[in-house]
């Protein structure tokens, strides 16, 4: 069995009793040599855990340096990240599309569908320019 640490308190996952909180952390580069920011997968034990992580990831190690304390980063951010974490529906729920409440699923008609005839992406060869010309006045009199 694979056992993590979490990220903020270095506590082990099976000293714990809840699955606790996974989720990726975009950290910066640490010296000028590094272009590149990087994306770890993190565990953290309990949600203040995660809310002191994220909070060391965007202010740095050292909190007195912060431009704000840990309880307004709490209210401001942390508890918007973990609202995503709080939700009812599992993710192997299906949704479905009949209920025009839900405004994320709904059934979006793309308007360039229906003008889009060539489905293969490459141009019509004609035989001639005349009919090359004849078949772009029929598609203009088609959508007029």
């Given at each position: 069995?694979?056992?993590a640490?979490c990220e903020n308190?270095?506590?082990?996952s ?10 990726s ?13 990087t994306?770890?997968r993190?565990?953290c ?13 965007k202010y740095g190690?050292?909190?007195?340096r ?11 951010e942390?508890?918007?990240?973990f ?14 599309n ?5 405004g994320l ?11 889009f005839r060539?489905?293969s ?17 029929e ?6």
């Open positions: 069995m694979n056992e640490t308190c270095g506590l082990p099976g000293s714990i009793v809840s699955a606790g909180y996974s989720f952390l975009e950290t910066r580069p640490t010296s000028a040599y590094q272009h590149r920011s994306k770890h993190v565990w034990c309990s949600r203040e855990c995660g809310i002191q992580s994220l909070a060391r990831n190690e050292t909190s007195h912060w431009p704000i304390t840990l309880a307004e980063f709490r209210q401001l942390g508890e918007r990240f609202r995503r974490f709080d939700r009812y529906e599992t993710p192997s729920q299906v949704v479905e009949n209920d025009p409440k839900m699923f709904e059934k979006v008609a793309l308007p360039h569908t229906e003008e060539n489905a992406g490459r141009p019509k060869r004609h035989v001639s320019p005349a009919a090359r010309q004849r078949a772009y006045r598609r203009q009199r088609a959508t007029a």
